[in-house]
DNA sequence: TCATCCAGTAAACAACCGTTCTCCGAGTTT
DNA sequence: AAACTCGGAGAACGGTTGTTTACTGGATGA
């Protein structure tokens, strides 16, 4: 294992460092908020020196919309596969539910920045969480709109809606976050915002396929 | 309006100057979050010596708690009168959202602090909101339980129920928050953004209408 | 009137911050 | 093999931070 790329030994050892320092900050971000976040405390924990954060981002604001990206996509596809998928309502609902579980377990970092910073101090950080969030809900609003249950459905309404749903995943997500660090026992609490969550989405659900339009 | 009071002229200047210490920390939060909050900051926003903070607050986390129930006791009192009217779910829709769009415009320092601090880097300040909603939510759920559409509910999806309104409500606050500063024009985003809020309770409305109890 | 209290002051502390500049040395290209 | 890139190191800069210690002076209560 010595040569055998043609020239990306250079290139991989700076993504290699680039990557350290998200991880690095994603990592302080758990107990502090972005605006807060000093470059050399990030830095130290990489054990590199603070001028080297330079060539990789021009500040903290930069890092933290590359973090957006790094932590959205991963849900994003994962989603997909879900709202791709023939099923009941119910089912539907539950394989949300438990994608949003397993994303908190694996992820929780990644939920926690999120979560955090979508109204946080640095509006560049804000702003890309938005547009992300956008583009996600045009997609659920895309897969909402094929099916059947939206005949009749303004497009404006179907929007509507696909907002509705992706506030609550991120709300949801949120939620079992704090439980989760809430420290007590987690099977007890854990289960009951699985089931709030279900039934909070169920009850949208019944709402959907009893809506009628109506002005305004 | 000279010596009036038996003695109370010393307790009252130390108010005020609490109150000006909190005002100066709310203006310099609408840029920042409150972690990254300096003690100095705010002491030189007023014009006091940074030691004087230390006659008030421990630190900023304490200060930031007083500021959670600053800026929720006044929404509070105000949606209470929502939640106390006997209307149409339509009537009651409007109005509630027309509350919000007052709160927004009146005070949106107070909402962008709890918006921003709801899950911010701050535990002490993140439960004090925590706990602040969830009282909200008991009586929202109270509220909600007293309708007679509500028969027949545990009180367990009662619960669930105030809960998605309340989350609802923060968001929708949140939402008229982001088109107020994004600067463009107000009327058209606005509207939008109020009518978008609207229909989303209106469907959580039919929801709550057709439900029917299942099990998990 | 006089002793007491206490909100606010002033100075100094060590620690940390973001940023600039200069330099190095290993990987890359010719 | 020589010339060149460029990620990273190192040192230094002016400035800000939270906190401590000792002190002041006007309201307060006897």
Redesign the pocket.
């Known amino acids: 294992m010595s040569h055998s790329?043609?020239?990306?030994?250079?290139?991989?050892?700076?993504q290699?460092?680039?990557q350290a320092l998200l991880d690095a900050a994603l990592g302080l971000l758990e107990e502090q908020s972005l605006s807060s976040?000093?470059?050399?405390?990030v830095?130290?924990v990489v054990?590199?020196?603070?001028?080297?954060?330079?060539?990789?981002f021009r500040?903290?604001g930069e890092l933290g919309v590359a973090l957006v990206q790094e932590s959205l996509s991963s849900l994003h596809t994962t989603v997909r596969a879900v709202l791709a998928e023939q099923a009941g309502a119910e089912e539907r609902i539950d394989h949300t539910v438990a994608v949003v579980e397993r994303y908190v377990r694996e992820q929780p970092a990644h939920v926690r920045f999120i979560a955090r910073e979508r109204h946080g101090g640095v509006r560049a950080v804000r702003q890309a969480i938005a547009g992300e969030l956008d583009r996600f809900a045009a997609e659920v609003a895309a897969a909402l709109k094929s099916q059947p249950v939206s005949g009749g459905w303004s497009d404006e309404d179907v929007r509507m809606l696909a907002e509705l749903y992706v506030d609550r995943l991120v709300m949801t997500a949120s939620a079992f976050l704090d439980v989760r660090d809430g420290g007590d026992q987690d099977t007890e609490r854990w289960r009951a915002v699985a089931c709030t969550a279900r039934r909070q989405l169920r009850l949208i659900d019944v709402g959907r396929q009893y809506w009628r339009d109506a002005g305004s």
Do not use: I, N, S
């Open positions: 790329e043609p020239g990306g030994v250079r290139q991989a050892r700076k290699r460092t680039r976040l000093g470059l050399r405390e830095t130290r054990g590199v020196a603070p001028t080297a954060f330079y060539r990789h500040d903290l």
